[in-house]
Protein backbone atom coordinates (compact mmCIF):
# COMPACT_ATOMS: atom_id res chain seq x y z
CA UNK A 1 0.00 0.00 0.00
CA UNK A 2 1.55 3.48 -1.09
CA UNK A 3 0.45 6.45 0.38
CA UNK A 4 1.18 10.05 -1.09
CA UNK A 5 4.04 11.19 0.60
CA UNK A 6 3.78 14.69 -1.08
CA UNK A 7 0.81 16.64 0.27
CA UNK A 8 0.31 19.95 -0.70
CA UNK A 9 -3.25 19.73 1.36
CA UNK A 10 -0.30 20.11 4.54
CA UNK A 11 -0.25 23.75 3.32
CA UNK A 12 -4.12 24.50 3.77
CA UNK A 13 -5.18 22.45 6.84
CA UNK A 14 -5.92 26.01 8.79
CA UNK A 15 -5.99 29.73 8.20
CA UNK A 16 -2.99 30.16 9.95
CA UNK A 17 -1.03 27.49 7.26
CA UNK A 18 -3.11 28.89 4.20
CA UNK A 19 -2.03 32.31 6.12
CA UNK A 20 1.92 31.65 5.98
CA UNK A 21 2.36 30.17 2.00
CA UNK A 22 -0.62 32.91 0.41
CA UNK A 23 1.64 34.28 -2.41
CA UNK A 24 -0.53 37.51 -2.84
CA UNK A 25 -1.16 39.94 -0.04
CA UNK A 26 -3.75 42.41 -0.38
CA UNK A 27 -3.36 45.86 1.19
CA UNK A 28 -4.61 49.27 1.69
CA UNK A 29 -1.66 51.07 -0.21
CA UNK A 30 -1.85 49.36 -3.40
CA UNK A 31 -5.69 50.44 -4.39
CA UNK A 32 -6.80 53.52 -5.94
CA UNK A 33 -10.47 54.71 -5.50
CA UNK A 34 -11.97 56.38 -8.42
CA UNK A 35 -14.40 59.49 -7.48
CA UNK A 36 -16.78 61.15 -9.56
CA UNK A 37 -17.55 64.76 -8.98
CA UNK A 38 -20.26 66.90 -10.64
CA UNK A 39 -20.69 70.80 -11.17
CA UNK A 40 -23.43 72.46 -9.42
CA UNK A 41 -24.66 69.51 -6.95
CA UNK A 42 -25.21 70.40 -3.56
CA UNK A 43 -26.25 67.05 -2.47
CA UNK A 44 -24.22 63.65 -3.80
CA UNK A 45 -26.16 61.66 -6.60
CA UNK A 46 -26.60 58.47 -7.21
CA UNK A 47 -25.51 56.31 -10.44
CA UNK A 48 -27.90 54.08 -10.50
CA UNK A 49 -25.61 51.53 -12.65
CA UNK A 50 -22.99 51.55 -9.69
CA UNK A 51 -24.52 50.72 -7.09
CA UNK A 52 -22.59 52.44 -4.28
CA UNK A 53 -20.90 54.77 -6.22
CA UNK A 54 -22.09 58.40 -6.64
CA UNK A 55 -21.57 61.53 -8.50
CA UNK A 56 -20.13 64.04 -5.57
CA UNK A 57 -20.57 67.26 -4.76
CA UNK A 58 -17.89 69.83 -3.66
CA UNK A 59 -18.43 69.03 -0.37
CA UNK A 60 -19.10 65.34 -0.39
CA UNK A 61 -16.17 64.87 -2.50
CA UNK A 62 -13.81 66.27 0.10
CA UNK A 63 -16.08 63.68 2.91
CA UNK A 64 -15.26 61.08 0.46
CA UNK A 65 -11.52 61.42 0.09
CA UNK A 66 -10.89 62.03 3.68
CA UNK A 67 -12.81 58.56 3.90
CA UNK A 68 -10.73 57.00 1.89
CA UNK A 69 -7.49 58.10 3.09
CA UNK A 70 -8.36 57.03 7.06
CA UNK A 71 -8.39 53.50 5.52
CA UNK A 72 -5.00 53.97 4.38
CA UNK A 73 -5.85 54.19 -0.18
CA UNK A 74 -3.13 54.47 -1.57
CA UNK A 75 -4.29 56.93 -3.87
CA UNK A 76 -7.50 58.86 -5.23
CA UNK A 77 -8.46 59.28 -9.33
CA UNK A 78 -10.35 62.31 -10.16
CA UNK A 79 -13.01 62.88 -12.55
CA UNK A 80 -14.97 66.02 -13.33
CA UNK A 81 -19.07 65.89 -14.93
CA UNK A 82 -19.04 69.80 -15.94
CA UNK A 83 -22.36 71.52 -16.75
CA UNK A 84 -21.59 72.64 -20.09
CA UNK A 85 -19.28 70.89 -22.85
CA UNK A 86 -17.80 72.20 -26.15
CA UNK A 87 -16.13 71.04 -29.26
CA UNK A 88 -12.79 71.89 -28.01
CA UNK A 89 -13.58 70.86 -24.12
CA UNK A 90 -12.70 73.85 -22.68
CA UNK A 91 -13.72 73.31 -19.03
CA UNK A 92 -11.15 70.86 -18.70
CA UNK A 93 -8.42 73.74 -19.16
CA UNK A 94 -10.67 76.06 -17.23
CA UNK A 95 -8.82 76.90 -13.64
CA UNK A 96 -12.43 77.15 -12.60
CA UNK A 97 -13.48 74.20 -14.28
CA UNK A 98 -15.15 71.34 -11.99
CA UNK A 99 -12.47 68.93 -12.05
CA UNK A 100 -9.53 71.45 -11.47
CA UNK A 101 -11.52 72.97 -8.64
CA UNK A 102 -11.79 69.53 -7.31
CA UNK A 103 -8.08 68.99 -7.32
CA UNK A 104 -7.65 71.48 -5.32
CA UNK A 105 -10.15 70.98 -3.09
CA UNK A 106 -8.51 67.23 -2.07
CA UNK A 107 -5.19 68.13 -2.23
CA UNK A 108 -5.96 70.98 0.33
CA UNK A 109 -7.98 68.50 2.46
CA UNK A 110 -6.29 65.45 2.32
CA UNK A 111 -2.37 67.03 1.22
CA UNK A 112 0.48 64.55 0.82
CA UNK A 113 -1.52 61.63 2.98
CA UNK A 114 -2.42 59.99 -0.51
CA UNK A 115 -1.36 60.76 -3.70
CA UNK A 116 -4.32 62.65 -5.69
CA UNK A 117 -4.70 61.81 -9.18
CA UNK A 118 -6.55 63.47 -12.15
CA UNK A 119 -7.97 62.00 -15.22
CA UNK A 120 -6.52 63.47 -18.20
CA UNK A 121 -9.06 63.28 -21.50
CA UNK A 122 -11.28 65.42 -23.00
CA UNK A 123 -14.42 63.21 -23.46
CA UNK A 124 -15.75 64.47 -20.07
CA UNK A 125 -15.42 67.88 -21.54
CA UNK A 126 -16.61 67.77 -24.80
CA UNK A 127 -20.03 67.77 -26.42
CA UNK A 128 -19.54 65.13 -29.06
CA UNK A 129 -18.27 63.12 -26.28
CA UNK A 130 -14.78 61.99 -27.95
CA UNK A 131 -11.55 61.95 -25.96
CA UNK A 132 -9.74 64.10 -28.46
CA UNK A 133 -10.71 67.22 -30.90
CA UNK A 134 -12.44 66.59 -34.21
CA UNK A 135 -11.00 67.56 -37.50
CA UNK A 136 -13.44 69.09 -40.41
CA UNK A 137 -13.96 65.32 -41.58
CA UNK A 138 -15.27 64.12 -37.95
CA UNK A 139 -12.30 61.69 -37.32
CA UNK A 140 -10.45 62.80 -33.80
CA UNK A 141 -7.16 64.88 -34.57
CA UNK A 142 -4.61 63.11 -32.78
CA UNK A 143 -2.08 65.72 -32.92
CA UNK A 144 -4.51 68.76 -31.87
CA UNK A 145 -5.73 66.83 -29.23
CA UNK A 146 -1.96 66.32 -28.18
CA UNK A 147 -1.98 70.71 -27.45
CA UNK A 148 -5.25 70.15 -25.83
CA UNK A 149 -4.17 67.69 -22.80
CA UNK A 150 -0.64 69.59 -23.05
CA UNK A 151 -2.63 72.62 -21.64
CA UNK A 152 -5.17 70.16 -19.27
CA UNK A 153 -2.08 69.08 -18.06
CA UNK A 154 -0.49 72.29 -16.65
CA UNK A 155 -4.13 73.10 -15.55
CA UNK A 156 -4.05 70.06 -13.33
CA UNK A 157 -0.88 70.49 -12.05
CA UNK A 158 -1.08 73.85 -11.46
CA UNK A 159 -4.54 72.61 -9.38
CA UNK A 160 -1.76 70.56 -7.57
CA UNK A 161 -2.57 67.26 -8.87
CA UNK A 162 0.48 64.53 -8.13
CA UNK A 163 0.04 61.93 -10.69
CA UNK A 164 -2.07 62.77 -13.99
CA UNK A 165 -3.76 59.82 -15.51
CA UNK A 166 -3.79 59.84 -19.35
CA UNK A 167 -6.59 58.02 -20.77
CA UNK A 168 -7.12 59.27 -23.90
CA UNK A 169 -5.01 56.38 -25.89
CA UNK A 170 -3.62 59.17 -28.37
CA UNK A 171 -0.49 58.45 -29.59
CA UNK A 172 2.26 60.42 -28.26
CA UNK A 173 0.29 61.86 -25.58
CA UNK A 174 2.92 60.65 -22.75
CA UNK A 175 5.88 62.35 -24.45
CA UNK A 176 3.99 65.53 -25.08
CA UNK A 177 2.48 65.85 -21.28
CA UNK A 178 5.92 65.29 -20.17
CA UNK A 179 7.51 67.65 -22.19
CA UNK A 180 5.25 70.34 -21.26
CA UNK A 181 5.01 69.46 -17.67
CA UNK A 182 8.94 69.77 -17.49
CA UNK A 183 8.61 73.10 -19.63
CA UNK A 184 6.56 74.73 -17.24
CA UNK A 185 8.30 73.65 -13.77
CA UNK A 186 6.23 70.33 -13.11
CA UNK A 187 9.13 67.94 -13.49
CA UNK A 188 7.92 66.00 -10.25
CA UNK A 189 3.92 65.63 -11.35
CA UNK A 190 3.77 62.11 -12.15
CA UNK A 191 2.07 60.28 -15.08
CA UNK A 192 0.31 57.23 -14.83
CA UNK A 193 -0.06 56.36 -18.69
CA UNK A 194 -3.13 54.64 -19.74
CA UNK A 195 -1.26 52.39 -21.83
CA UNK A 196 -3.23 49.51 -22.49
CA UNK A 197 -6.86 50.58 -23.35
CA UNK A 198 -9.27 48.19 -24.97
CA UNK A 199 -12.51 49.69 -26.54
CA UNK A 200 -13.89 48.00 -24.13
CA UNK A 201 -18.70 47.35 -23.30
CA UNK A 202 -17.13 47.17 -19.73
CA UNK A 203 -17.40 50.89 -19.76
CA UNK A 204 -20.86 51.70 -19.62
CA UNK A 205 -21.82 52.60 -16.17
CA UNK A 206 -19.06 54.84 -16.28
CA UNK A 207 -20.39 56.63 -18.82
CA UNK A 208 -23.69 57.35 -17.17
CA UNK A 209 -21.36 58.43 -13.97
CA UNK A 210 -19.78 61.09 -16.52
CA UNK A 211 -23.50 61.89 -18.44
CA UNK A 212 -21.52 60.54 -21.64
CA UNK A 213 -22.55 62.16 -24.73
CA UNK A 214 -20.86 59.92 -27.33
CA UNK A 215 -22.52 58.77 -30.39
CA UNK A 216 -20.38 55.76 -31.69
CA UNK A 217 -17.49 54.40 -30.46
CA UNK A 218 -13.87 54.88 -29.50
CA UNK A 219 -12.77 51.96 -31.95
CA UNK A 220 -10.02 54.65 -33.99
CA UNK A 221 -7.94 55.25 -30.59
CA UNK A 222 -8.93 52.41 -27.86
CA UNK A 223 -7.49 48.83 -28.55
CA UNK A 224 -8.74 45.92 -30.44
CA UNK A 225 -9.94 43.34 -27.64
CA UNK A 226 -8.71 40.80 -29.52
CA UNK A 227 -5.27 42.23 -29.67
CA UNK A 228 -2.57 41.20 -26.79
CA UNK A 229 0.81 41.67 -28.24
CA UNK A 230 -0.07 45.27 -29.61
CA UNK A 231 -0.35 46.37 -25.55
CA UNK A 232 3.40 45.38 -25.16
CA UNK A 233 3.94 47.84 -28.28
CA UNK A 234 1.81 50.85 -26.48
CA UNK A 235 3.30 49.80 -22.99
CA UNK A 236 6.93 50.31 -24.66
CA UNK A 237 6.14 53.54 -26.25
CA UNK A 238 4.99 55.06 -23.06
CA UNK A 239 7.50 53.71 -21.28
CA UNK A 240 9.83 55.29 -23.65
CA UNK A 241 8.13 58.37 -23.42
CA UNK A 242 8.48 59.13 -19.68
CA UNK A 243 5.37 57.32 -18.27
CA UNK A 244 5.83 56.73 -14.83
CA UNK A 245 3.54 53.88 -14.02
CA UNK A 246 1.73 52.35 -16.86
CA UNK A 247 -1.98 50.91 -16.66
CA UNK A 248 -4.15 48.02 -18.43
CA UNK A 249 -7.50 48.48 -18.49
CA UNK A 250 -10.16 46.63 -17.98
CA UNK A 251 -8.67 44.12 -15.41
CA UNK A 252 -10.10 40.94 -15.07
CA UNK A 253 -11.02 40.43 -18.92
CA UNK A 254 -7.33 41.42 -19.19
CA UNK A 255 -5.50 39.20 -17.03
CA UNK A 256 -3.50 37.85 -19.76
CA UNK A 257 -2.41 41.32 -20.95
CA UNK A 258 -1.37 42.38 -17.65
CA UNK A 259 0.90 39.79 -16.83
CA UNK A 260 2.79 40.06 -20.19
CA UNK A 261 2.57 43.60 -19.46
CA UNK A 262 4.25 42.98 -15.70
CA UNK A 263 6.98 40.76 -17.60
CA UNK A 264 7.80 43.66 -19.94
CA UNK A 265 8.37 46.45 -18.45
CA UNK A 266 10.35 47.33 -15.04
CA UNK A 267 7.99 50.44 -14.20
CA UNK A 268 4.79 50.03 -11.64
CA UNK A 269 2.10 48.26 -13.42
CA UNK A 270 -1.88 49.06 -12.37
CA UNK A 271 -4.62 48.24 -13.95
CA UNK A 272 -8.00 49.41 -14.09
CA UNK A 273 -11.28 47.49 -12.66
CA UNK A 274 -13.63 49.41 -14.35
CA UNK A 275 -16.82 50.44 -13.94
CA UNK A 276 -18.63 47.36 -15.82
CA UNK A 277 -16.72 44.50 -13.67
CA UNK A 278 -17.68 46.06 -10.27
CA UNK A 279 -21.54 46.46 -11.83
CA UNK A 280 -21.52 42.78 -12.75
CA UNK A 281 -20.90 41.93 -9.29
CA UNK A 282 -23.25 43.96 -7.81
CA UNK A 283 -26.06 42.97 -9.99
CA UNK A 284 -25.29 39.65 -9.45
CA UNK A 285 -24.78 39.92 -6.02
CA UNK A 286 -28.17 41.93 -5.72
CA UNK A 287 -29.78 39.37 -6.50
CA UNK A 288 -28.30 36.83 -4.17
CA UNK A 289 -26.58 35.06 -6.80
CA UNK A 290 -22.98 36.12 -5.90
CA UNK A 291 -21.67 36.61 -2.23
CA UNK A 292 -20.84 40.39 -2.77
CA UNK A 293 -17.34 40.59 -0.25
CA UNK A 294 -15.84 37.43 -1.63
CA UNK A 295 -15.97 38.79 -5.29
CA UNK A 296 -14.73 41.58 -4.41
CA UNK A 297 -11.98 40.14 -2.24
CA UNK A 298 -11.36 37.37 -4.61
CA UNK A 299 -11.24 39.52 -8.01
CA UNK A 300 -8.89 42.37 -6.48
CA UNK A 301 -6.50 39.46 -5.34
CA UNK A 302 -6.39 37.74 -8.68
CA UNK A 303 -5.86 41.43 -10.69
CA UNK A 304 -2.73 41.70 -7.85
CA UNK A 305 -1.75 37.59 -8.93
CA UNK A 306 -1.83 38.38 -12.23
CA UNK A 307 1.18 41.15 -11.68
CA UNK A 308 -0.66 44.19 -10.87
CA UNK A 309 0.71 46.11 -8.05
CA UNK A 310 -1.55 48.74 -8.06
CA UNK A 311 -5.47 48.24 -8.50
CA UNK A 312 -7.82 51.01 -9.40
CA UNK A 313 -11.51 49.64 -7.81
CA UNK A 314 -14.76 51.24 -6.79
CA UNK A 315 -14.59 49.33 -3.85
CA UNK A 316 -10.98 51.06 -2.71
CA UNK A 317 -12.36 52.19 0.70
CA UNK A 318 -14.30 49.40 1.64
CA UNK A 319 -11.51 46.83 0.21
CA UNK A 320 -9.11 48.81 2.58
CA UNK A 321 -11.54 48.52 5.41
CA UNK A 322 -11.65 45.04 5.50
CA UNK A 323 -7.79 44.63 5.27
CA UNK A 324 -6.82 46.76 7.94
C1 LIG B 1 -12.16 57.80 -20.80
C2 LIG B 1 -12.35 56.91 -19.66
C3 LIG B 1 -13.10 55.73 -19.63
C4 LIG B 1 -13.05 55.22 -18.34
C5 LIG B 1 -12.23 56.07 -17.60
N1 LIG B 1 -11.80 57.11 -18.43
C6 LIG B 1 -13.71 54.92 -20.67
C7 LIG B 1 -14.42 55.42 -21.81
O1 LIG B 1 -15.45 56.09 -21.67
O2 LIG B 1 -13.99 55.07 -22.93
C8 LIG B 1 -13.76 53.99 -17.89
C9 LIG B 1 -13.70 53.64 -16.45
C10 LIG B 1 -14.73 52.69 -16.01
O3 LIG B 1 -15.49 52.10 -16.80
O4 LIG B 1 -14.82 52.50 -14.78
N2 LIG B 1 -11.47 58.93 -20.53
Request: glycine share 8%.
Amino acid sequence: MTYPQVRPRRLRRNAAARRLVTETRLSPAELVLPLFVREGLSEPRAVPSLPGVVQHSRDSLRKAATEAVAAGVGGLMLFGVPQRRDAVGSPGTDPHGVLNVAIADVVAEVGDATVVMSDLCLDEFTDHGHCGVLAGDGTVDNDATLLRYEEMALAQATAGAHMLGLSGMMDGQVGAVRRALDATGHADVAILAYAAKYASACYGPFRDAVEATLQGDRKTYQQDPANAREALREVALDVAEGADVVMVKPALPYLDVVAAVAGAVDVPVAAYQVSGEYAMVEAAAANGWLDREAMMLETLTAIRRAGAQIVLTYWATEAARHLR
